[in-house]
């Protein structure tokens, strides 16, 4: 399994390190800062896509109606890849942990309980 989280900026960067300080460093985490380089994001997509070999691929973006998710969620023929869009640290730190192929059952439970850390916190006190 791999797992790529894909955003605008370099949002993805600060995830993945952010990961990597919480939970140690990873192989098979990969982030696609959408355009901050000169590589057109399709291409560099493409070009990490086929560079792996899994059955398995997470994919994480960031808005629903931005251009990166909806240039993955055009790939979405490619079985592989299970998409997953408006990120936050504690559903990608789930999918990870549970370290295993999962159906769309337990993936959409994993984004209904990720839900639940969004809270706005004036409201606890």
């Known amino acids: 399994m791999k797992y790529i989280i894909a955003t605008h ?4 960067s600060g995830i993945k ?14 982030a696609l800062d959408a ?6 994001f399709s291409e560099a997509l493409k070009k990490l896509l086929s560079s792996i070999e899994d059955n398995y691929i997470y994919f994480f973006t960031d808005i629903v109606s931005g251009s990166v998710n909806q240039t993955v969620f055009n ?3 490619d079985c592989r890849i299970h998409l997953i869009t408006g990120i936050n640290l504690p559903v990608i ?17 994993i984004v209904e309980e990720a839900r639940q850390h969004l809270i706005y916190m004036n409201t606890v006190c």
Do not use: P, S
Not at 35 to 40: A, F, K, S, T
């Open 9 to 12: 900026g370099k949002m993805a």
């Open 75 to 77: 790939m979405l023929k």
């Open 35 to 40: 355009y901050v380089e000169d590589q057109e």
């Open 93 to 109: 730190i789930e999918c990870i942990l549970r370290n295993k192929e999962m159906d769309e059952t337990e993936i959409a439970t």
């Open 17 to 30: 390190n952010t990961i990597e300080m919480l939970l140690g460093k990873r192989e098979d985490i990969y």
